[in-house]
């Protein structure tokens, strides 16, 4: 018996959807979130960018302003282009600020803190605001002023913007993703749908299987496993038929064994009857009565060898088919072939499910078929045939509702030994099935049967079967 798996059994679909889910979910939220920072990132670049060539532009004219010591108007330049750039500005020269849009009273006041530099940006944090600088000069004009323009970035419209951009792009990257990824799953699970295929394919090895029910596949793995499959296939046949044969003669040579037995009474009979017929102290009468005796059970041990010889001169085919379906032909056989001269009813009671047993239907079906046939002869309205499992054996019960027959005399016809009243089919149908049935290493029981007739059970073991 196998054992149980220690780890849920789950389909393929659902095992891959486990496999991937990190990356149905978790990958496409990493990669999006990574994707929205680079894009928050490039988005202050950008207008760090902006701002830093803004400045730029108007620093030559600043520094024309710083040269004529004008400012007043530096102050208004300032305030004016802050105004429109929207953004605050400011002049710094020697370490003091000469003007500014972002607050006029530090006009005249040193420029404090000490800005640290971001990596990667052209861009300083002062006081808790980010600044960008550029040097005041213009062309041909002086070297070193040592003034520079400081312009703010004005943090709330830019964070505004970000985390909507970054948003956005965040969410249309998780669904893209994701929606690839979905993409990958499917084709992985579509191409290996032929799975199904082959699973089919294997079990139909309990029925009637056909190399050609497998078709050849376009993935090597798969292709490996039907090649596998079918050598394993025919190996396994091989094997089965080499047991089946081998069953068969012992099953046959069980036969035999049983045959002999049933031949010791009448073949010891026959040899007393023999002595008393050469008995020097025999009268005439007992000889004659002695002689009698020898003509009946000389045709009684004739008739035995004869219904043994008809079973058992046929080899024993073992096949692993449908019991059920062995019983249900032989008993539609019996019944059709009796219907024009009974009108008993004839009622069966079988398993659902499948009952796979190696046995020889056409042997198997020709002693049930007997059995059948000789209730149906036998009942008055009503013939009933069970079939069940029960502890590793099968049971076959031919049951009517006629009037029975003595233990005695089933013994005798079991062993081809009985007289029939009313035709030879009778006695020699018993043995016959009675042959067959030890052939298969079983045993034909007889009881009273519940509808007040005869009940015939056929034991079968389920290992023999």
């Known amino acids: 018996m196998g054992q149980h798996a220690s780890h849920e059994v789950i389909p393929f ?70 105004t429109k750039q929207g953004t605050p500005i400011e002049v710094i020269s020697n370490n003091e600020v000469i003007a500014s849009s972002l607050d006029p009273s530090r006009i005249g006041e040193s420029f404090t803190g000490k800005p640290q530099k971001l990596p990667l940006l052209e861009l300083y944090r002062n006081e808790g605001r980010f600044i960008s600088f550029a040097d005041v000069r213009r062309v041909n004009g002086p070297q070193t002023m040592n003034a520079k323009i400081g312009i703010y970035l004005n943090t709330a419209p830019i964070i505004y913007v970000t985390l909507g951009i970054s948003m956005s792009a965040f969410l249309f990257s998780f669904f893209i993703i994701n929606w690839i990824i979905s993409k990958v799953v499917k084709e992985s699970q579509r191409s290996l749908a032929h799975l199904n295929e082959l699973e089919n394919a294997i079990r139909k090895i309990q029925n009637d299987f056909n190399e050609k029910d497998i078709p050849s596949f376009q993935i090597q793995e798969l292709e490996n496993i039907r090649h596998a499959f079918l050598d394993t296939q025919s190996k396994l046949q091989e094997s089965n038929d080499k047991i089946a044969k081998s069953k068969a003669r012992d099953m046959a040579t069980y036969a035999y064994k049983n045959l002999i037995h049933d031949l010791h009474v009448p073949v010891s009979a026959l040899r007393n009857h023999l002595k008393i017929l050469s008995h020097e102290r025999a ?139 009313k035709s030879e089919r009778m006695g020699i149908g018993l043995a016959s099935a009675n042959h067959i049935i030890r052939s298969h290493g079983g045993k034909i029981i007889y009881q009273k049967s519940p509808l007040g007739g005869a009940c015939f059970e056929i034991k079968l073991q389920e290992e023999s079967v």
């Not at 520094?63 to 004008?70: R, V, Y």
């Not at 056409?362 to 013939?383: D, M, P, W």
Request: without cysteine; glycine residues 4%; charged residues 25%.
């Open 13 to 82: 679909k659902s095992f891959v959807n486990q496999r991937m889910a990190f990356y149905q979910v978790g990958l496409p939220l990493l990669i999006s979130f990574i994707i929205s920072i680079i894009i928050g990132v490039l988005i202050l670049i950008q207008y760090t960018d902006s701002n830093k060539t803004f400045v730029e532009s108007i620093a030559p004219h600043v520094s024309s302003l710083l040269e004529t010591q004008d400012r007043p108007e530096i102050q208004r330049f300032i305030k004016s282009v802050s």
């Open 283 to 421: 009268n005439e009468e007992t000889r004659r009565n002695a002689m009698n005796r020898i003509v009946d059970l000389a045709e009684q041990v004739l008739k035995q060898v004869k219904s043994a010889k008809s079973n058992l001169g046929f080899e024993i085919t073992l096949t692993k088919t449908d019991l059920i379906e062995s019983v249900k032909k032989a008993t539609d056989s019996a019944y059709t072939s009796s219907l024009n001269e009974s009108s008993v009813e004839v009622k069966t009671k079988f398993p659902i499910e499948q009952l796979l047993k190696a046995h020889d239907p056409i042997l198997l079906s020709r002693a049930l078929g007997n059995l059948i046939t000789n209730a149906i002869e036998a009942a008055k309205t009503q013939v009933q045939i069970d079939l069940e499992t029960q502890n590793n054996e099968v049971s076959i019960k031919v049951s009517d509702d006629g009037n029975g027959m003595n233990q005695e005399d089933v013994s005798l016809h079991l062993q081809g030994r009985g007289k029939s009243t």
